[in-house]
């Protein structure tokens, strides 16, 4: 159980394009997701705390006009860059914390590349 | 706000080995401690957390690890390593009580195994 899976895997996309990443908790239902960003051999950065049925919660420095997050069902939450830039090349990961759990699971991540 | 060290960038030890993986942490109450292991291409894969109670806290794939309040350490430890150990290891502290918005990532400590 506790499965947390994201879409796509991987992309490619050229700058000024918008990319959306999905979310999913498959068997549980997540009333908060994470998401985060890792850079080659860094560690993970929380970017943004994501609630169902409200506004995302941005870590400090990053732009949340940049970095678009919905969370709009118990199972489900988006991450869109907009805008993409070459430096918003990273590694995306989301977590999602089922209700009432002390943890959080962790999805397999995101590869993006602006090219 | 809580950070965490992990002071081993990197780590080798030979098949059959025993391992230890250092972490220190900094919060100023009553921390949530997790170690996590990342192997290329697949997702955050949780070992073992210590919330309260026993110290000495046993995990998945044979791990362990001890908390020393008096040191601010969360030790990761296996008695005999196996190849396919080899991944990359964080070691992250969440506050009490809402922690995943306070959750915080150590460096990371990557290990490879030698046969």
């Known amino acids: 159980g506790a499965v947390v899976s994201q879409h796509p895997s991987w992309v490619i996309c050229k700058s000024g394009t918008s990319v959306k990443i999905e979310c999913r908790s498959l068997d549980f239902q997540a009333t908060t997701m994470f998401w985060y960003r890792q850079f080659p051999k860094q560690s993970l950065m929380l970017m943004a705390t994501s609630n169902e049925g409200s506004k995302a919660t941005y870590e400090q420095g990053v732009e949340k006009d940049k970095f678009l997050i919905n969370h709009a069902s118990l199972t489900l939450s988006t991450l869109t860059v907009t805008s993409a830039h070459p430096e918003d090349s990273s590694f995306y990961i989301c977590?999602?914390?089922?209700?009432?759990?002390?943890?959080?699971?962790f999805g397999p991540g995101t590869r993006l590349t602006v090219l | 706000a809580q950070s965490v060290t992990q002071p081993d960038i990197h780590i080798t030890v030979s098949e059959g080995a025993s391992l230890e993986l250092r972490c220190n942490y900094s919060?100023?109450?009553?921390?949530?401690l997790f170690w996590y292991v990342q192997s290329p291409g697949q997702g955050l894969q949780l070992l073992l957390k210590?919330?309260?109670?026993?110290?000495l806290v046993q995990g998945i794939k044979g791990f362990e690890a001890e908390f020393k309040r008096s040191q601010s350490s969360f030790n990761l430890r296996k008695p005999s390593v196996h190849w396919s150990d080899a991944a990359e290891y964080f070691c992250a502290v969440g506050a009490h009580r809402n922690y995943g918005q306070n959750f915080v990532f150590g460096p990371g400590t990557r290990l490879s195994v030698l046969p």
């Open positions: 210590y919330f309260s109670g026993d110290t």
């Open positions: 977590s999602a914390s089922p209700q009432g759990a002390d943890e959080q699971f």
């Open positions: 919060y100023g109450a009553t921390p949530y």
